[in-house]
């Protein structure tokens, strides 16, 4: 991904870079971990990846991209430049028959709400076989016996019972491998896990995360793991990507990253998140919320909440300064920090 930007749309204002030139890469086999607040564009980054894009709700809306879903008012997002390399092809430059192609067979994306992600009439067996009649055209015959195969590889109880049921028969633990057997079956290369266990609890949170591991390295898939939780993103991820107001403002080696954090937003959410494998210390939280896209602060958009701002921070946008192979920081003070 190359200086990617996506720009949301209203009447009033006008409209807002949700999405700030975010470039990264995700090796053949590597997990590259997106982790920030809410509202910092991460799901949107893993949508404009399959161009998914749709309509997010807001305030008010330009009558001419208006469009309305349950009586709310919504608008458009829509990715303004750069570019979304696979393989070596621009998914941007490609039409919308040839995206979906691409989409579900090389790429494919689990949910963050499995079981609202599904269609709540259709049993969860036609569901999961439903990519492989899409982009294989095999007979329902044969996809029966892949979808038993692959809801017995994510290890859901009684497969070949449960393939017959409606998705509200499942749990969320249970939805989340069924997501994942649909996300693998037409074998892709990319995976993009967006919060794919923060809707259950500790337990299963657990098994989810060995099983993406496991199959990762039964399928030599890349992924692009997407979570609010910078503890499991740090443990799953080979590099990360710590996203702030739209932007990455720190990305390196996982491991290097998580040791010496050069951002001051790294540092501080370092300084709110538990360390059990180390000495005891008291949790630091972190004054303030995000800026939403049409209130940010000119400057450094983190300068309202930062310990270290200087009066050069409400005015100048910081540039990414290369502090050690392959880690990179948005900061004007990075080399005094």
Request: proline share 0%; with cysteine; charged share 20%.
């Given at each position: 991904?190359?200086?990617?930007?996506?720009?949301?749309?209203?009447?009033?204002?006008?409209?807002?870079?949700?999405?700030?030139?975010?470039?990264?890469?995700?090796?053949?086999?590597?997990?590259?971990?997106?982790?920030?607040?809410?509202?910092?564009?991460?799901?949107?980054?893993g949508l404009s990846i399959l161009r998914l894009l749709g309509n997010?709700?807001?305030?008010?809306?330009d009558p001419q991209r208006q469009v309305s879903?349950?009586?709310?008012?919504?608008?458009q997002r829509q990715i303004t430049g750069g570019k979304i390399l696979f393989n070596g092809l621009d998914l941007l430059s490609l039409s919308e028959e040839e995206m979906m192609?691409?989409?579900?067979?090389?790429?494919?994306?689990?949910?963050?709400?499995?079981?609202?992600?599904?269609h709540p009439l259709m049993t969860i067996g036609y569901q999961v076989g439903e990519p492989k009649e899409a982009h294989d055209k095999l007979k329902w015959e044969k996809i029966r016996e892949i979808v038993f195969s692959y809801l017995g590889r994510v290890e859901l109880p009684e497969a070949k019972l449960r393939y017959y049921h409606d998705p509200h028969c499942f749990s969320g633990g249970e939805g989340q491998r069924i997501m994942i057997a649909m996300a693998l079956i037409c074998g892709p290369s990319l995976l993009i896990a967006d919060e794919p266990t923060s809707s259950l609890d500790?337990?299963?949170?657990?098994?989810?995360?060995?099983?993406?591991?496991?199959?990762?390295?039964?399928?030599?898939?890349?992924?692009?793991?997407?979570?609010?939780?910078?503890?499991?993103v740090f443990e799953m991820s080979d590099h990360v990507g710590i996203m702030y107001a739209g932007r990455i403002v720190e990305c390196g080696n996982a491991r290097s990253v998580y040791q010496h954090p050069r951002h001051p937003y790294t540092i501080a959410l370092r300084a709110a998140y538990p360390d059990i494998h180390g000495p005891r210390r008291r949790l630091k939280g972190l004054r303030g919320t995000p800026p939403m896209p049409f209130d940010r602060p000119r400057g450094c958009s983190f300068h309202p909440r930062c310990d270290y701002a200087k009066p050069q921070c409400r005015e100048k946008r910081p540039r990414d300064v290369e502090v050690e192979s392959g880690h990179v920081v948005a900061c004007l003070r990075v080399n005094e920090i």
């Open positions: 991904m190359k200086n990617l930007c996506v720009n949301v749309y209203e009447s009033i204002r006008g409209s807002a870079r949700i999405v700030d030139d975010v470039s990264f890469a995700i090796g053949r086999g590597q997990v590259f971990g997106l982790t920030g607040e809410s509202a910092s564009g991460k799901t949107t980054i997010v709700q807001t305030e008010s809306c879903w349950n009586g709310a008012t919504m608008s192609q691409h989409r579900g067979r090389d790429i494919s994306m689990i949910f963050q709400n499995s079981i609202a992600a599904m500790m337990t299963i949170q657990r098994q989810v995360l060995e099983l993406i591991k496991a199959l990762k390295r039964e399928f030599g898939l890349s992924v692009l793991y997407i979570s609010h939780d910078i503890g499991v």
